[in-house]
């Protein structure tokens, strides 16, 4: 499966984004789907991921309230709405497709394909 994420870029503290990941390929539906990202000079790190049928979301606790994921297996692709901004949510942020493990798993070595990133910037 190949992955293309868009919807990055720069806005203010309190600001809302909302990032998008298409994914080629009909059997998108089989892959739990994930965000990580990168902020600078840190390594990749889990931000949230939703289950195949997209009945189950998962977290990293700093985002719990402001981000919700959510995926359309019709016309593959899985969103990540990202409210109330903060810098430290400064990052890269990549998508990812995961074959094998549950929407629990938070490690990124779990996933097996992963889209280019799209930069997100939150300016104080």
């Known amino acids: 499966v190949q992955l293309q994420a868009s919807g990055g870029g720069l806005v203010q503290a309190g600001g809302s984004l909302r990032l998008s990941c298409a994914a080629s390929?009909?059997?998108?539906?089989?892959?739990?789907m994930g965000w990580f990202r990168q902020g600078p000079g840190k390594e990749r790190e889990f931000v949230s991921t939703?289950?195949?049928?997209?009945?189950?979301?998962y977290y990293t606790d700093s985002v719990k309230g402001r981000f919700t994921i959510s995926r359309d297996n019709a016309k593959n692709t899985v969103t990540l709405q990202m409210n109330e901004l903060k810098p430290d949510d400064t990052a890269v942020y990549y998508c990812?497709?995961?074959?094998?493990?549950?929407?629990?798993?938070?490690?990124?070595?779990?996933?097996?394909?992963w889209g280019q990133g799209t930069q997100v910037t939150v300016s104080s």
């Open positions: 939703v289950s195949r049928t997209g009945s189950s979301t």
């Open positions: 990812a497709a995961g074959e094998y493990y549950s929407a629990y798993s938070r490690r990124a070595r779990d996933f097996d394909y």
């Open positions: 390929g009909r059997t998108f539906s089989t892959y739990v």
